[in-house]
């Protein structure tokens, strides 16, 4: 009883990761009924015979969960079968011209030849990639025509029938995966990807001032573990790969869809996503310096607090405005500048640096802290790198221009970009974030949203000077 | 034509790269064959008739590449075939009661619940490890008796003959997959392990020597280029982790073979593997650090070489020594003694720092630096992470001591160990391989072989200091 208590609740959890799930459960019930019918009506029945229990099997093996996998296998089934049922008659036909003793040797040849060379050929790994399944098919198909021919001699009209059934099943299978509830393979990489810039986001938001109070506030174990499981969240991008692999492979079968064409880069979706993994690497060390026994002194930390927060609010920021750019499919406009203002940090690092704050810090702190600090400028050359590669995806997709839509001279969220010199070496850069538009149709009060940035997005910090020579600075 | 040879040169690729992907080939083609006979021979075509086509079938999905992934699915698919034609014969028995109106429309709510249902709990994550292909098949197998049975009469007959030539089909991929040429998976996962070790131990014995020789030779960019490649090795252990766990779950259905017993804990390969490639990360941030542009000064490095080469090497050793009796099946016995001398190489680095060594160095090169010696000395934590977790494999899978063996008072190779205090804080450990037992089976001289350490080992350093420092420590 407590067992199957305990299946019902996984069933429940599963259908709420991915209500989908449910949806797809029913597809393939609804598509399998359909299909059974083949047998059950009698002029149907009449006209395939035994072989519709093809059409069956083809519904079982080839419905999957996206679009681009449906397609992908009812293309490699239908068109194996198509060519190893061409094969076959051929392999029969020669073999039949060979007399009684010698047509079922000749035929046990040709199969251990086929069957060999294409197993063979499957650990090809472009092959593996894309048509694994086509060539199993294959094997099957030529091996089921070939051997069955030699007993029933309507060979043609064997293959005809065994080809149809299986055209008819997976026609099923792909227009019911299309039109009921589509699930696309494309579509879920790209959210994957946009999950992923905020997962990485949510981390470097939060770390420069959970590192900088770590020792101010005495918290409870409960309150550590908590924070800890926070931080854990960017730990699922670090085993991502085989999954956006997968679905860029299903991706590539998928027709146009949505926002996504025929032809869309997906191998540029591979080329962030590899970027962004190497962030996650990065993070993932910079998480177990913030975890380790040795903290470094409140004392050294406010002294250095200022950019190192802005470094990684900055970084972080970058990459929430990747995720959403990439989610609304717009050039990611604003990004650059946080780039640019997590450089500034850095400039304002480094000078503090020089001017010899750290002589008197302990060498165990000292490696501590600098490692925390040359992982933080790594994340953020990556994260230039990521805006890079995301900015060559954007214009192979032909994302849109997000200042093309904010040019109406009405509309009250217009960019206003003005990188400020303050002393040599910070750029100070303010904007505003120009997503007030759709705001905009709704009243004109100005928003109150905590997206928008109207202040001076670089400072966020909180100490006294900071906050002056934030209102020093007011956007024209 | 062009196209041809790049095909044949692929091929010899994948041949060269894993024979026994060959010999894998041959083994299906001629299953296959065989199976075939099943069509050709009149005795055995009229006992099954067109039924034999299943047990071809059966071959060509169920025979993988190794002997846990066709085991695993082969009794899948028997447990599956009997289990849904159990429950298929009773659902026809159910339909067959309510008329023939009735009939084709019961069959198809029950086609329609057994699938949906099916499909949804492929979706646990337990299942779909362990079990998805028995849920395919169960779904296939239900659905064509079901619905096969409103057509033939003989249900009873149809499913036993089915049930029957996939049992004949799945038992021929099995026995061949045992018997001839076997590739276990769980060797292949044992291996994997050891060549992972191996792969980050080659990083680490030279990274060492490679980081502080960088500036003193003028490195040409073929030399560069070169070096890189070499130390590129270990990025395959990046990715390892769906490589590993699919190796495990195939790993679990098989028999005992060679040295590994039915329940050998193939779960404890899971979690060495996992702490490995959290080695992996450090080691990739580490390789970052060393090809960055900014370069420390020689004459720091000149300061700090010695105890820096000392903690690459040591841990480099340690992993080496972890590859070995992972291949061996014994256990670590001399690693932790150079976990020790890491360590102690630590100690003398902290040491040097203490001492002010820092105080004239550029914050740039401060910041590369130390975050080169603190990636460094994580990689020293995992290492005796990695080393207590296979610890624990090696006692779960009764890996033999190797002590043990050396213990005869004829052989020449006794392990002596001496931690010998040196300084207060610098713990020189010395002791002499026990690898020789085999040697000396071969001949009564000592071997002179690059896996014999009958020096210091902690001494692989070439400063003058240090050399005199190690002739004084002369094994007992």
């Not at 083949?38 to 002029?43: G, W």
């Not at 519904?59 to 999957?64: A, G, I, R, S, T």
């Not at 064409?261 to 191998?267: L, V």
Request: with cysteine; charged share 25%; net charge positive.
């Amino acid at each position: 009883m407590e067992k199957v208590r305990e299946i019902m609740r996984e069933g429940r959890r599963v259908a709420k990761e991915d209500p989908r799930r449910v949806v797809h459960s029913f597809k393939v019930g609804l598509v399998l009924a359909l299909v059974s019918s083949f047998y059950y009506y009698q002029p149907l029945y009449d006209s395939f015979g035994v072989n519709a229990m093809w059409a069956v099997m083809t519904v079982v093996v080839v419905f999957e969960f996206s679009v681009g996998a449906t397609l992908g296998k009812g293309l490699n089934r239908v068109g194996a079968t198509l060519f190893a049922g061409a094969l076959g008659i051929g392999a029969h036909h020669l073999a039949s011209k060979s007399g009684s003793t010698g047509e079922p040797i000749l035929l046990a040849i040709f199969v251990f030849i086929q069957a060999a060379v294409s197993t063979f050929v499957r650990f090809f790994p472009r092959v593996k990639a894309r048509y694994d399944y086509s060539l199993l098919i294959f094997i099957l198909t030529f091996a089921l025509i070939s051997v069955s021919g030699f007993r029933e001699d309507q060979v043609l009209m064997l293959t005809h029938k065994r080809v149809s059934t299986v055209i008819i099943g997976g026609l099923c299978c792909v227009l019911v995966s299309i039109f009921v509830c589509p699930v696309w393979a494309g579509q879920d990489l790209h959210l994957l990807l946009a999950s992923n810039f905020e997962k990485l986001s949510l981390f470097l938001l939060d770390f420069g001032d959970k590192y900088c109070e770590a020792e101010e506030n005495d918290d409870t174990k409960e309150v550590v573990d908590k924070r800890k499981r926070n931080f854990d969240n960017y730990k699922s991008v670090l085993n991502s790969k085989s999954n956006e692999e997968s679905l860029a492979n299903f991706a590539k079968w998928e027709p146009g869809h949505g926002q996504f064409k025929f032809r869309h880069p997906w191998k540029h979706y591979l080329a962030v996503g590899e970027l962004i993994r190497q962030c996650a690497y990065r993070i993932h060390s910079l998480n177990s310096y913030y975890n380790s026994d040795i903290q470094v002194s409140i004392d050294i930390k406010k002294k250095l607090g200022e950019p190192l927060r802005r470094m990684s609010s900055e970084a972080g920021k970058a990459m929430k405005e990747m995720s959403n750019s990439l989610k609304k499919m717009t050039k990611p406009s604003s990004s650059n500048l946080h780039v640019q203002n997590a450089r500034s940090a850095i400039k304002s690092l480094t000078n503090l640096l020089d001017s010899g704050i750290l002589k008197e810090v302990e060498p165990q702190e000292l490696i501590s802290l600098l490692t925390a600090i040359s992982l933080l400028i790594d994340i953020i050359n990556l994260t230039e790198k990521i805006l890079e590669s995301l900015h060559e995806l954007a214009s192979a997709a032909k994302f849109k221009s997000k200042t093309a839509k904010s040019e109406k001279p009405n509309a009250k969220s217009i960019v206003s970009v003005q990188p400020t010199k303050y002393h040599d070496d910070h750029v100070v850069t303010i904007f505003e974030d120009d997503d007030t538009s759709k705001h905009n149709n709704r009243s004109n009060e100005v928003p109150i949203d905590e997206e928008h940035e109207t202040k001076c997005v670089s400072c966020n910090h909180t100490s006294p000077r900071d906050v002056v020579e934030c209102d020093n600075v007011s956007p024209k």
